[in-house]
C-alpha cells in the first residue's frame, strides 16, 4: 500500500502558474504509474497527466503544452507544474498511484483560477 500526500493548490488568476506535489510513502519506482486526476463540481474524474515507472508520460489533450509532470525519486514525489492557468482548470486534483490490483489515492488539492 502507499499513502499519498499532495500540497500546492490554491488561488491563481487566469494565465497564472501553480506546481502541486504528490509526496508517497514508499519508492515511487516501485509503483508502476502514478498519475495526476482532477474533478471540478458536477463532472466526472478525468485523467491530467501521468508518468510510469519506465518514465513514460501521457497528458490529457487539454493540458498539452501547459502542464509537466515530473517526479523526484530522492523525495518520493510527484509534481505537475501547471503553466498559462484557465478557469476551466478549477477543479480539486488528486494524485493516484496504481499498485495493481489497487489503485490508491490521496485526498486531493483545490485550484481555483479566476478570471
Known amino acids: 500500500q502507499v499513502q499519498l500526500v499532495e500540497s500546492g493548490g490554491g488561488l491563481v488568476q487566469a494565465g497564472g502558474s501553480l506546481r502541486l506535489s504528490c509526496a508517497a510513502s514508499r519508492s515511487i519506482f516501485s509503483i508502476n504509474y502514478m498519475g495526476w486526476y482532477r474533478q471540478a463540481p458536477g463532472k466526472q474524474r478525468e485523467l491530467v497527466a501521468s508518468i510510469t515507472n519506465g518514465g513514460s508520460i501521457n497528458y490529457a489533450d487539454s493540458v498539452k503544452g501547459r502542464f509537466t509532470i515530473s517526479r523526484d525519486s530522492a523525495k518520493n514525489t510527484v509534481y505537475l507544474q501547471m503553466n498559462s492557468l484557465k478557469p476551466e482548470d478549477s477543479a480539486v486534483y488528486y494524485c493516484?498511484?496504481?499498485?495493481?490490483?489497487?489503485?490508491?489515492w490521496g485526498k486531493g488539492t483545490l485550484v481555483t483560477v479566476s478570471s
Open positions: 493516484a498511484a496504481d499498485l495493481a490490483p489497487m489503485m490508491y
